[in-house]
């Protein structure tokens, strides 16, 4: 079993940027495909980005395309999301997720270990 731990989290300015860090202990990250959603207040969890086993292939929605990048290490068993040009509307919880030997880059409804989440505020 994998656990899961989100950092780098905060407030900042619309145009902003931020890195999140998801960190894996149990089991080694490259076993899994991860992904990093976001539910904000009053709204449905939305995913935001997935990167598959290996980070050859990655997924984001289209609200976020062209400003966030996820990327994985998987010597150092993180998988960071860097957000670029940060709008008020990205604010939100943010959670990484995993499934276990994920084949290419997972679907929302397969993750099976989640982290706790950490807050971005933009504020604009």
């Known amino acids: 079993q994998v656990h899961l731990v989100e950092s780098g989290g905060g407030m900042v300015q619309a145009g902003g940027s931020l890195r999140l860090s998801c960190a894996a202990s149990g089991r080694t990250l490259s076993s899994y495909g991860v992904g990093w959603f976001r539910q904000a207040p009053g709204k449905e969890r939305e995913s935001v980005a997935a990167?598959?086993?290996?980070?050859?292939?990655?997924y984001y929605t289209d609200s976020v395309k062209g400003r966030f990048t996820i990327s994985r290490d998987n010597a150092e068993n993180t998988v960071d999301l860097l957000m670029n040009s940060l709008k008020a509307e990205d604010t939100a919880v943010y959670y990484c997720?995993?499934?276990?030997?994920?084949?290419?880059?997972?679907?929302?409804?397969?993750?099976?270990?989640w982290g706790q989440g950490t807050q971005v505020t933009v504020s604009s």
């Open positions: 997720a995993a499934e276990f030997r994920a084949s290419g880059v997972s679907i929302p409804g397969r993750y099976n270990y």
């Open positions: 990167i598959s086993r290996s980070g050859s292939n990655t």
